[in-house]
């Protein structure tokens, strides 16, 4: 592709996780296989971002994502679903719109179980907060909503087509999907994300998308890129 890193740069960007801590560690392990294989100046990780909700082991995703953040400086982008979250976390009325979307293995996997009719959602919301480790708020500290290496530029969801990089709203950043995916346009740069399920990694010639639908599939993208080659791990 046009597109390019850096030069002695390799990225490896992964797709959404959600709660699919077996299948992340997996992912770690080929990176750091590939590296010692493959040794480059730079390497960057970078996660597009839902690790929670839906899959079984959200919680276990942030601890793996904690020693990543620290061991290998990667980047943690924010998907919608960690925005749904960290609405709950300040607003117990988000609660059925997080349940609807999958929260509740994330709040089980945090060992916090629906007690029926006697749970209300502020009571809910306060055993969370209990339960959520400082460590994991620091990761959610650390997320941002796009990142920017060479010619590429990766987010969670896409990005507004025809508006530059440095005005996208932050809202389409995590959840647009049709208007940037059925979009020709030629992007400012070559965009990486996931958010919207395919059953492989699609590549256009505008931009990737990696989110494998590993939740359900057992199958959790990684994309390798260098120079402009692009490598599936």
């Not at 988000?94 to 929260?103: D, E, K, R, T």
Request: overall charge negative; aromatic content about 8%; glycine content about 8%.
């Amino acid at each position: 592709m046009a597109a390019s890193t850096p030069a002695d740069t390799r990225i490896y960007a992964i797709g959404d996780i959600h709660g699919r801590a077996d299948l992340l560690s997996e992912i770690t392990g080929r990176i750091d296989d590939d590296i010692r294989r493959r040794p480059i100046k730079h390497s960057v990780e970078v996660y597009l971002g839902d690790y929670i909700d839906r899959g079984p082991h959200s919680k276990e995703v942030i601890d793996l994502l904690a020693i990543r953040l620290v061991a290998n400086h990667a980047v943690c982008l924010r998907g919608n679903h960690e925005a749904v979250m960290e609405g709950f976390l300040q607003d117990p009325a988000i609660l059925p719109y997080w349940l609807q979307l999958g929260g509740l293995p994330t709040l089980a996997s945090y060992g916090i179980e629906l007690n029926g009719d006697t749970d209300t959602a502020p009571a809910l919301q306060r055993r969370f907060i209990d339960a959520f480790p400082r460590e994991h708020e620091l990761v959610m500290q650390c997320m941002r909503h796009q990142f920017i290496c060479g010619d590429f530029l990766f987010v969670h969801a896409g990005i507004r087509p025809g508006v530059s990089i440095e005005h996208q709203d932050i809202n389409d950043l995590i959840w647009i999907r049709d208007e940037f995916l059925d979009s020709m346009h030629q992007h400012e740069r070559f965009v990486v994300h996931g958010h919207t399920p395919v059953p492989h990694p699609d590549i256009r010639h505008n931009r990737i998308n990696i989110d494998t639908c590993a939740w359900r599939t057992g199958s959790l993208t990684c994309v390798a890129i260098e120079g402009s080659a692009v490598l599936f791990l």
